[in-house]
Nanobody, 123 residues
Framework: QVRLVESGGGLVQAGDSLRLSCAAS????????MGWFRQAQGKEREFVAGSRWTGGSTTYADSVKDRFTMSRDYAKNTVYLQIDSLKTEDTAVYYCAAWAYANAFRWDTANYRGQGTQVTVAS
């Protein structure tokens, strides 16, 4: 069974840092495009960061590109999202997703999606 499992969320203070993980199992995701999304309560899910399997640069949403860093550990079949200088508006459930073929980072076209990890940032 193919799964994406996010972890690393929790309750943190504004200004803190956090590293989220998305562990993939059931197949190798080295040839998959991977991405992170988040959904705050009462809001639509939004794209945060994405990394194409072909390598090259990572794409970030404008709202997070100075504070978020996405990385991949191919040996561990895991992707990470480092979040620095957390803000209260970063409070959301964070999800990872994987695409076998992707022209755009769209949640609805992902081949696999995780269940999410909650990040809550207190002021």
């Amino acid at each position: 069974q193919v799964r994406l499992v996010e972890s690393g969320g929790g309750l943190v203070q504004a200004g803190d840092s956090l590293r989220l993980s998305c562990a993939a199992s059931g197949r190798t995701f080295s040839s998959y495009t991977m991405g992170w999304f988040r959904q705050a309560q009462g809001k639509e899910r939004e794209f945060v960061a994405g990394s194409r399997w072909t390598g090259g640069s990572t794409t970030y949403a404008d709202s997070v590109k100075d504070r978020f860093t996405m990385s991949r550990d191919y040996a561990k079949n895991t992707v990470y999202l480092q979040i620095d200088s957390l803000k209260t508006e970063d409070t959301a459930v964070y999800y990872c997703a994987a695409w076998a073929y992707a022209n755009a980072f769209r949640w609805d076209t992902a081949n696999y999606r995780g269940q999410g990890t909650q990040v809550t940032v207190a002021s």
